[in-house]
């Protein structure tokens, strides 16, 4: 990576949003490309913003996202699917409507599960046969750390000015074995 891309990445804003154990898992896998400005905002905490925030990553569990469907910076929405994480970028031009469905983690996993399925994506078979437990709200340290070092490079790519995947498009994989 060139100097020039780590001072981009360096001096990029984000606000990580999330449960306590998500957030902290979140902030380790963001510092290892080198994120410094990291501002961590509670569900709780009606959405108070720093004054200048670059890119907003949120892990959303059950419920809806407690984001703004008017924000104007891109969101990393991330997912723990139990044997597995997924994450959705939405950026500002994007359509924001998804954001406020009811369960939001249950329709993402049936959204991603049903987009495999219809086009024969390899690979995907642990989503479908994690819905269930998704559905009982099951969740997993694993897929937590998966979901936040998938966050932590889409964070990067979009820091440093490369294409990120968009909403309707999305990532997906299954729990990695990280130390």
């Known amino acids: 990576m060139t100097s020039e891309k780590k001072c981009r990445i360096a001096d990029c ?35 108070t913003m720093p004054s200048k925030v670059d890119i907003i990553v949120e892990n959303v569990n059950e419920g809806n996202s407690c984001l703004s469907k008017d924000a104007t910076i891109p ?9 597995g994480a997924g994450a959705i970028v939405v950026m500002p031009y994007d359509e924001k409507d998804m954001l406020r469905k009811p369960k939001f983690r249950q329709w993402a996993a049936t959204y991603m599960a049903g987009y495999c ?24 340290s694993a897929a937590l750390k998966t979901a936040a070092h998938m966050c932590a490079r889409i964070a990067a790519n979009i820091a440093v000015g490369r294409e990120v995947k968009h909403f309707p498009r999305f990532y997906l994989c299954k729990n990695l074995e990280l130390v």
Not at 31 to 41: A, E, L, R, Y
Not at 75 to 83: A, K, M, P, T, Y
């Open 117 to 140: 399925a219809f086009w024969n994506v390899e690979g995907c078979d642990w989503l479908r046969d994690s819905l269930s437990d998704i559905r009982n709200g099951v969740t997993s």
């Open 75 to 83: 969101l990393i929405l991330s997912f723990d699917f139990v044997n």
């Open 13 to 47: 804003q984000i606000a990580v949003i999330g449960t306590i154990k998500s957030i902290d898992c979140i902030k380790a896998e963001l510092k290892q490309p080198g994120f410094k400005h990291i501002h961590i905002i509670s569900p709780s905490d009606e959405m």
